[in-house]
């Protein structure tokens, strides 16, 4: 259950005995905290993360999904809205997949756990305020109004109170579903960056095929940039694909890594709506992996048969296997620097109907 207590992210958490390591006046589970006056969700309403303390020398920075708007129809909430523009209980961590303490195949069953809530349509990416437009229909007059694109100002509020907190970890797991795991890629180099002597791993989950020539007008209605993008080679091209190859030239020691189903409904549905019709999953999924990959040696990724979308909150994180492979045991060696490989499902469909082989 959420605790009663309500921390302001303004607060001190400063250890004058100089660990470091403190949560004073947080509750043993998780913690709503109430976010600066800077911070805003999509509709200008109040924004606020969760937080978790238990082992301060490993954490997980967790990135919540819920979709994306880029145009009127698709930000007006009275419309075709695709995304969530609040934050309230419903958005509340829960206990399933990575949150569930009580599994003892949980790699981060024992770790202090940051849940930054998603709220403003724009993959964790945005600065600006935005102005959009919708025509009138059978019931609702025409009209011009705001988003608040304000992703980055919400986790960087986050990630401040939190690094007023925690000094010197040792590993920090930074992770994400759907647009969480695009937010993940985009914000891991700024850990890395912070966090100079821990072993910092990203795992994007369900966002591995968004492969459109229209994702950069996307990234410009949010006022989105990527830092680290070298002129001249294939990170110069503006897309959420490149987010890993731009947070490698920024964070070299930075493990990066990616999850999917190579049927995932909802990826098959937003690149319909950015403009991919008709198109198998792994066909862009494909392209993507594979630039990363050639780019990025160390890059891995773990690819399974299914329409469903992420895996990490769900129960299936455990009992999932693919070719002989364990989700949670390749989850816990890629954490640990154990040495794991890239895992692609022998029966995924591929472009040309036919299945993929080991």
């Known amino acids: 259950m959420l605790a009663a207590l309500w921390v302001c992210a303004c607060s001190s958490g400063a250890d004058e005995s100089g660990s470091g390591y403190v949560f004073a006046g947080l509750s043993e589970g998780w913690n709503q905290i109430a ?9 200008d309403s109040d924004f606020s993360f969760w937080f978790h303390p238990a082992d301060a020398e490993r954490v997980v920075i967790y990135f919540q999904g819920g979709g994306a708007c880029w145009a009127g129809e698709l930000c007006a909430l009275d419309r075709s809205p695709t995304y969530d523009h609040t934050v309230d209980e419903s958005d509340f961590p829960g206990n399933q997949g990575i949150f569930d303490r009580d599994n003892s195949e949980n790699p981060v069953g024992t770790w202090s756990v940051l849940f ?10 945005g600065t600006q305020t935005a102005t959009y437009e919708v025509a009138a229909n059978d019931s609702l007059p025409a009209r011009t109004f705001e988003i608040q694109h304000r992703g980055v100002g919400n986790v960087e509020a986050a990630l401040g109170w939190m690094y007023d907190r925690i ?36 795992i994007g989950d369900a966002a591995g095929a968004y492969r459109s020539p229209t994702v950069p007008s996307l990234l410009d209605r949010w006022g989105a940039s990527l830092p680290g993008l070298v002129e001249g080679n294939a990170a110069a091209r503006a897309d959420f694909e490149t987010l890993y190859l731009a947070a490698a030239a920024r964070a070299p020691k930075l493990s990066m890594a990616q999850i999917n189903y190579d049927q995932d409904e909802v990826q098959l549905f937003f690149l319909g709506l950015v403009g991919v019709h008709d198109v198998p999953l792994v066909e862009p999924l494909d392209a993507n992996l594979g630039e990363i990959s050639a780019a990025l040696p160390e890059f891995r990724s773990y690819l399974m048969p299914g ?5 990490i909150r769900s ?36 472009p040309n109907g036919e299945t993929a082989a080991r």
């Open 35 to 43: 976010a600066h006056d800077e911070t805003a969700c999509s509709d």
């Open 116 to 125: 930054i809530p998603y709220c403003t349509g724009d993959a964790h990416l």
């Open 167 to 202: 000094t010197a970890p040792t590993v920090v797991l930074v992770t994400g579903v759907s647009a969480g795991s695009i937010g993940s890629a985009y914000h891991a180099p700024s850990v890395a960056e912070h966090y100079t002597e821990a072993r910092v791993v990203q």
């Open 307 to 311: 329409t469903d979308h992420g895996i």
């Open 315 to 350: 129960a299936a994180f455990y009992d999932t296997q693919v070719d002989g492979v364990r989700l949670v045991d390749w989850t816990r060696d890629l954490i640990s620097g154990a040495g794991v490989g890239s895992v692609t499902c022998e029966g995924c469909v591929r």
